[in-house]
């Protein structure tokens, strides 16, 4: 539904008294002051000059209890004494942010018979049969005003923003009565906010931002055990002007890309790893044919897109470098075609000693990431370190926290992959990462770096670079590095097994049973793999068979798809979808074998890594207690 211009605008005046002041005693949360640094001796307290022009109010003078946001806001710290741009940015933007809530709860008052029922109990005519429903329907109509105010603030104001980031704690003065009373509430606490928080310009923004961030989030906390908001949660209501969807209690954010600092890398770059090369290429593309209107990707349609993945291996394999080259291919794929594009890292220095906080963070992150207005790729770099594993003592409440989020966020009962984004987990210790966590990632590829002699001399040939006399000698520089062939050799080293446990699995398999050509065949082999390693569950299948579907995507977008957006990527949905299947390659069992050793040789890397760790920590262990017994035998002779 359209939410008229002008039903917003009638709405102004009583906005702008809001903002201009209005009386507010506090009934949950409890005023808080900035606290005063400290001094040296000597000097005073007062805060800078400010201009006493007449008619210019720099400073509020009402008793606590009142509320002057205006006054508030233009006595931001960083100013001349005047009224500057960002500053009536944020005012116009508050003025437009209650308007529009104010109109959204007037909507919803006709849609439910509020309305009606308000104008009953002005007159005296509220029967008491209907007392109940018509304060279910102010707590309803309160919260979806105060989350619409919230989201509002946060789609216009995004435009404003800079890399300064507040952490404003929580919300407390979330008050239910009616709309106009919680707007009071909201309002009282953000001038508590941003008494407390604003010591610049730059801050200004970014504290009414992560302000808004948390209003939102606590009322649809509230909004999910409140009745009678049908009218709302399942409504969409657009504002023109802005450009602003309203879709119930769903968060709206603007399209905007992030600039990226990082220094790209070229497929050619990549020495080795051609699996993993191979598949980070084929990802990039495939986020490219994610359909902006519809939100939704042909490829997560059709089966065969990677939303979460992994990679491990030793120290200096190439991990970051296959970061940079994937992000640089879809940087440069969303520039062609006019996409906004968003990169985020998680990385260690996010787990915050305070409660809840690194979990916040991580759920930050993700939302950026997942936002199906931008296509998005995250990276958690050394998970091992990030995420705690749970049966680990020694695994920080942060690290647990981090780890929760990612495993409702990666495959939770909430989660939909729509195909516009992709998640990256790297690591030189997969061992130690949550085995719930690891298996969330839909496929997995082995980070080994440079292998054969080839790959040794290119990997030197290129780091070298061209200042330099030494002849090449009797080698063409990456012709053992053509990615075609490369893939072909790398999966058909999975036709069997490369781990030893696995290896005897599969030959008692073998021995019993014969060829592995059938589906039953193919399933006593995956029951004879759990019967050895308990952890291998239906999850593991199902990373299996979603693996194979890829496999049955591998196959060559044209260059020109994604080069001339027209031919592809600007066509109608379904025309890219059937543009998309004509490709599709069919499964075979070759397919499914290498899929199932691929993974399982993965696992089993994994688990045999972890009990030698454990055992070599037992083993050092048992020395330091035979030789302190031997020591105190020696001392009591």
Same mark, same amino acid.
């Given at each position: 539904?359209?939410?008229?211009?002008?039903?917003?605008?009638?709405?102004?005046?009583?906005?702008?008294?809001?903002?201009?002041?209005?009386?507010?005693?506090?009934?949950?949360?409890?005023?808080?002051?900035?606290?005063?640094?400290?001094?040296?001796?000597?000097?005073?307290?007062?805060?800078?000059?400010?201009?006493?022009?007449?008619?210019?109010?720099?400073?509020?003078?009402?008793?606590?209890?009142?509320?002057?946001?205006?006054?508030?806001?233009?006595?931001?710290?960083?100013?001349?004494?005047?009224?500057?741009?960002?500053?009536?940015?944020?005012?116009?933007?508050?003025?437009?942010?209650?308007?529009?809530?104010?109109?959204?709860?007037?909507?919803?008052?006709?849609?439910?018979?509020?309305?009606?029922?308000?104008?009953?109990?002005?007159?005296?005519?509220?029967?008491?049969?209907?007392?109940?429903?018509?304060?279910?329907?102010?707590?309803?109509?309160?919260?979806?005003?105060?989350?619409?105010?919230?989201?509002?603030?946060?789609?216009?104001?995004?435009?404003?923003?800079?890399?300064?980031?507040?952490?404003?704690?929580?919300?407390?003065?979330?008050?239910?009565?009616?709309?106009?009373?919680?707007?009071?509430?909201?309002?009282?606490?953000?001038?508590?906010?941003?008494?407390?928080?604003?010591?610049?310009?730059?801050?200004?923004?970014?504290?009414?931002?992560?302000?808004?961030?948390?209003?939102?989030?606590?009322?649809?906390?509230?909004?999910?055990?409140?009745?009678?908001?049908?009218?709302?949660?399942?409504?969409?209501?657009?504002?023109?002007?802005?450009?602003?969807?309203?879709?119930?209690?769903?968060?709206?954010?603007?399209?905007?890309?992030?600039?990226?600092?990082?220094?790209?890398?070229?497929?050619?770059?990549?020495?080795?790893?051609?699996?993993?090369?191979?598949?980070?290429?084929?990802?990039?593309?495939?986020?490219?044919?994610?359909?902006?209107?519809?939100?939704?990707?042909?490829?997560?349609?059709?089966?065969?897109?990677?939303?979460?993945?992994?990679?491990?291996?030793?120290?200096?394999?190439?991990?970051?470098?296959?970061?940079?080259?994937?992000?640089?291919?879809?940087?440069?794929?969303?520039?062609?075609?006019?996409?906004?594009?968003?990169?985020?890292?998680?990385?260690?220095?996010?787990?915050?000693?305070?409660?809840?906080?690194?979990?916040?963070?991580?759920?930050?992150?993700?939302?950026?990431?997942?936002?199906?207005?931008?296509?998005?790729?995250?990276?958690?770099?050394?998970?091992?370190?990030?995420?705690?594993?749970?049966?680990?003592?020694?695994?920080?409440?942060?690290?647990?926290?981090?780890?929760?989020?990612?495993?409702?966020?990666?495959?939770?009962?909430?989660?939909?992959?729509?195909?516009?984004?992709?998640?990256?987990?790297?690591?030189?210790?997969?061992?130690?990462?949550?085995?719930?966590?690891?298996?969330?990632?839909?496929?997995?590829?082995?980070?080994?770096?440079?292998?054969?002699?080839?790959?040794?001399?290119?990997?030197?040939?290129?780091?070298?670079?061209?200042?330099?006399?030494?002849?090449?000698?009797?080698?063409?520089?990456?012709?053992?590095?053509?990615?075609?062939?490369?893939?072909?050799?790398?999966?058909?080293?999975?036709?069997?097994?490369?781990?030893?446990?696995?290896?005897?699995?599969?030959?008692?398999?073998?021995?019993?049973?014969?060829?592995?050509?059938?589906?039953?065949?193919?399933?006593?082999?995956?029951?004879?793999?759990?019967?050895?390693?308990?952890?291998?569950?239906?999850?593991?299948?199902?990373?299996?068979?979603?693996?194979?579907?890829?496999?049955?995507?591998?196959?060559? $977008?044209?260059?020109?798809?994604?080069?001339?957006?027209?031919?592809?990527?600007?066509?109608?949905?379904?025309?890219?979808?059937?543009?998309?299947?004509?490709?599709?390659?069919?499964?075979?069992?070759?397919?499914?074998?290498?899929?199932?050793?691929?993974?399982?040789?993965?696992?089993?890397?994994?688990?045999?890594?972890?009990?030698?760790?454990?055992?070599?920590?037992?083993?050092?262990? $048992?020395?330091?207690?035979?030789?302190?017994?031997?020591?105190?035998?020696?001392?009591?002779?």
């Amino acid at each position: 539904m359209e939410l008229r211009e002008t039903d917003i605008r009638t709405h102004y005046p009583a906005a702008l008294a809001m903002l201009e002041g209005f009386d507010h005693t506090p009934r949950i949360a409890s005023a808080r002051t900035r606290p005063e640094p400290e001094r040296s001796t000597g000097l005073g307290s007062r805060r800078k000059f400010r201009s006493t022009t007449p008619g210019l109010v720099t400073r509020s003078t009402a008793r606590p209890e009142g509320v002057r946001l205006v006054e508030r806001i233009q006595s931001a710290e960083g100013g001349d004494g005047l009224v500057s741009p960002l500053q009536a940015t944020v005012c116009q933007c508050l003025r437009r942010s209650i308007s529009i809530a104010l109109a959204v709860g007037e909507a919803f008052s006709g849609a439910t018979g509020l309305d009606a029922l308000k104008r009953e109990n002005l007159e005296g005519r509220l029967g008491q049969a209907r007392s109940m429903e018509f304060s279910e329907l102010l707590t309803a109509e309160a919260l979806a005003v105060l989350h619409t105010f919230a989201n509002a603030t946060t789609y216009i104001l995004s435009t404003s923003a800079s890399e300064a980031a507040v952490e404003v704690g929580g919300v407390d003065e979330i008050l239910t009565d009616n709309a106009h009373l919680g707007l009071h509430g909201a309002l009282w606490e953000l001038d508590q906010v941003l008494e407390r928080f604003v010591d610049s310009e730059e801050a200004l923004v970014a504290t009414c931002l992560a302000y808004a961030e948390m209003l939102m989030e606590k009322v649809a906390l509230r909004a999910r055990t409140a009745p009678r908001l049908e009218a709302f949660a399942e409504a969409t209501y657009r504002v023109e002007a802005d450009n602003f969807l309203i879709q119930g209690f769903a968060p709206s954010r603007r399209a905007r890309g992030t600039s990226l600092s990082m220094q790209f890398k070229k497929p050619e770059e990549v020495i080795g790893n051609h699996i993993a090369k191979h598949q980070a290429m084929r990802l990039a593309r495939m986020l490219m044919a994610y359909d902006f209107g519809r939100k939704l990707n042909p490829f997560a349609e059709l089966g065969g897109f990677i939303f979460t993945f992994m990679g491990d291996g030793q120290p200096g394999t190439g991990k970051t470098t296959l970061i940079q080259m994937m992000a640089g291919l879809i940087h440069g794929y969303c520039e062609t075609a006019g996409y906004p594009f968003r990169y985020r890292n998680f990385s260690i220095d996010q787990i915050d000693s305070y409660q809840g906080k690194s979990g916040r963070n991580a759920r930050a992150f993700v939302n950026d990431i997942l936002d199906p207005n931008v296509i998005g790729f995250g990276t958690l770099d050394d998970i091992d370190q990030i995420a705690g594993k749970r049966s680990d003592s020694r695994s920080s409440t942060g690290q647990q926290e981090v780890t929760a989020v990612l495993m409702e966020a990666f495959a939770g009962a909430g989660t939909v992959v729509r195909g516009n984004c992709t998640f990256g987990m790297f690591s030189n210790y997969p061992e130690n990462v949550d085995d719930a966590l690891r298996q969330r990632a839909g496929t997995r590829f082995l980070v080994d770096g440079p292998q054969t002699r080839e790959d040794y001399i290119d990997i030197l040939h290129l780091l070298l670079g061209g200042n330099h006399g030494i002849p090449l000698g009797d080698h063409d520089p990456n012709s053992t590095q053509e990615i075609r062939k490369a893939v072909t050799q790398s999966f058909q080293r999975h036709e069997r097994p490369q781990e030893d446990t696995l290896r005897r699995v599969w030959e008692s398999v073998k021995s019993e049973g014969g060829t592995l050509d059938t589906v039953a065949s193919l399933g006593r082999y995956l029951k004879a793999i759990q019967l050895v390693d308990q952890r291998f569950t239906g999850r593991a299948v199902k990373n299996i068979t979603d693996a194979v579907k890829v496999r049955a995507m591998d196959f060559d $977008m044209p260059d020109e798809w994604v080069e001339e957006p027209e031919l592809f990527l600007f066509r109608p949905y379904g025309e890219k979808l059937a543009m998309i299947d004509e490709l599709r390659r069919p499964i075979t069992v070759e397919m499914v074998i290498q899929e199932i050793n691929r993974y399982a040789d993965s696992e089993f890397r994994y688990s045999e890594a972890s009990d030698e760790a454990a055992i070599s920590a037992a083993v050092r262990e $048992m020395g330091r207690m035979e030789e302190a017994r031997r020591r105190h035998s020696e001392r009591r002779s």
